[in-house]
């Protein structure tokens, strides 16, 4: 499986502000030596010295993973801004621009930071291609056409009710737990802590597995081994899930459905995951606040004798397994 991440903020997108832009050149300025400008050779190797926080950004779009299976089936997990950005990539890709193509949106809930991408995904109004959403809510389409309708939104109708929009289908998911397959993937799903409720999804082929697990609050339940629990958490080579707070900040937000760096990292050792994406993250967190804190949750882990990766999940990054 490729993974792709085109959307990684929880809430609402956070694009870099002026003022973030102008904090990041400023660091770059008090750290730069005569000596790091000698040559091209120099040069480089300055800024790959930089760190992560300044030469470079974890990115401001909402929730949007795709997923690659073996069979070349395009899975996409939630369909924030960050559709936006898969969308027009995809178009350039070669031979992607006119080619018939099949796109799975598996969506986890309808709060508008996980749906808010699909107005702007252009592939809907190619009459060649074929959409299918996936959804826990017999009520999907109704919802995602509400968005779409005025005033929100200028179309008339929903993309596959104009005969040259896409073929648009609905899977409704059983609620609660249960399993279907795209492709050479098998895919497991199950409803997690979430106002308003919130489905993960467990992504598996050549004895490899990924889940995605957004827009939960992890709490003492999470870290009983139940056989529910077990079938579906238990040893994932990746695991992208849910660290929108900081540790002060989830104690503050209690009952909002979302979890912290912290409660990740011990959730991610309890059930053995192999890698953890860290995923979701708040808003109004700057870079260096995202990464300041991935390291006091990795440092936590370390001294309680611990050794798995745990990863900033950041836009345009590519991962396989």
């Not at 470079?56 to 559709?83: K, P, Q, R, W």
């Not at 997690?192 to 004895?207: K, L």
């Not at 957004?214 to 238990?234: A, G, M, R």
Request: proline share 6%; glycine share 8%; with cysteine.
């Amino acid at each position: 499986m490729r993974i792709h991440f085109w959307g990684v903020r929880g809430s609402i997108p956070a694009p870099l502000s002026p003022n973030q832009i102008k904090d990041k050149i400023s660091a770059v300025v008090q750290r730069i030596s005569p000596a790091d400008l000698r040559s091209a050779d120099t040069r480089e190797m300055f800024l790959a010295s930089l760190p992560d926080w300044i030469f470079g950004t974890t990115g401001g779009n909402t929730s949007c993973v795709e997923v690659e299976n073996a069979s070349g089936d395009c899975i996409i997990l939630d369909a924030g801004s960050g559709l936006r950005a898969f969308s027009m990539n995809a178009l350039k890709r070669p031979g992607m621009a006119d080619r018939p193509k099949t796109y799975h949106i598996l969506l986890s809930h309808f709060h508008w930071d996980h749906i808010q991408g699909i107005p702007f995904f252009s592939q809907l109004y190619k009459k060649e291609n074929r959409v299918v959403f996936y959804s826990t809510s017999e009520k999907c389409r109704e919802i995602l056409e509400n968005q779409m309708r005025p005033p929100c939104f200028p179309p008339d109708a929903f993309p596959g009710d104009n005969p040259n929009g896409a073929s648009v289908e609905f899977v409704t998911l059983p609620p609660g737990n249960g399993a279907f397959s795209i492709g050479s993937s098998e895919i497991t799903y199950r409803g997690v802590r979430h106002p308003g409720g919130c489905t993960a999804y467990r992504i598996t082929e050549g004895g490899k597995s990924l889940i995605y697990c957004t827009d939960i609050e992890i709490d003492e339940d999470s870290f009983v081994k139940t056989e529910e629990n077990t079938s579906f958490f238990d040893s994932p080579d990746m695991l992208i899930l849910d660290s929108q707070y900081d540790t002060g900040e989830f104690m503050r937000k209690k009952g909002w459905g979302h979890s912290s760096f912290s409660n990740a990292v011990n959730f991610a050792v309890f059930w053995n995951a192999g890698k953890l994406f860290l995923f979701h993250y708040e808003p109004s967190y700057s870079d260096k606040k995202i990464h300041d804190a991935r390291q006091d949750s990795e440092y936590r882990m370390e001294k309680g004798s611990g050794n798995m990766p745990v990863i900033l999940a950041k836009e345009d990054m590519d991962c396989f397994l």
